[in-house]
């Protein structure tokens, strides 16, 4: 079955840093270009961050440029995400997804998706 699984979700104060993990199970993640996407309540899901199947080619929505950094490790089967500079409009569920054949921020190019995990930003 496949099954992506994101962690490292919680909550942290304004400025903060987090890391979240997206883990792998049931296929190797190494043909897959990765999306981080995020929803905050009443609001559609947005794109955050993608990674190419390589890991050389990343992309960042704009707000997050500078203060996030989308990695992989193909060995590990996993993908993070490195989040700092965190504020509370960075409130959100996270999710990661899969996509075999395409690239970039469009969730809608995305197949495979985890159940997410809460990021919280509040002093």
């Known amino acids: 079955q496949l099954q992506l699984v994101e962690s490292g979700g919680g909550l942290v104060q304004p400025g903060g840093s987090l890391r979240l993990s997206c883990a792998a199970s049931?296929?190797?993640?190494?043909?897959?270009?990765i999306g981080w996407f995020r929803q905050a309540p009443g609001k559609e899901r947005e794109g955050v961050s993608c990674?190419?199947?390589?890991?050389?080619?990343?992309n960042y929505a704009d707000s997050m440029k500078g203060r996030f950094t989308i990695s992989r490790d193909n060995t590990e089967n996993t993908v993070y995400l490195q989040m700092n500079s965190l504020k509370p409009e960075d409130t959100a569920v996270y999710y990661c997804?899969?996509?075999?054949?395409?690239?970039?921020?469009?969730?809608?190019?995305?197949?495979?998706w985890g159940q997410g995990t809460q990021v919280t930003v509040s002093s």
């Open positions: 997804a899969a996509t075999l054949y395409s690239y970039g921020l469009d969730p809608k190019k995305y197949h495979y």
């Open positions: 049931g296929f190797t993640l190494d043909y897959y270009a």
């Open positions: 990674i190419s199947s390589s890991g050389g080619s990343t």
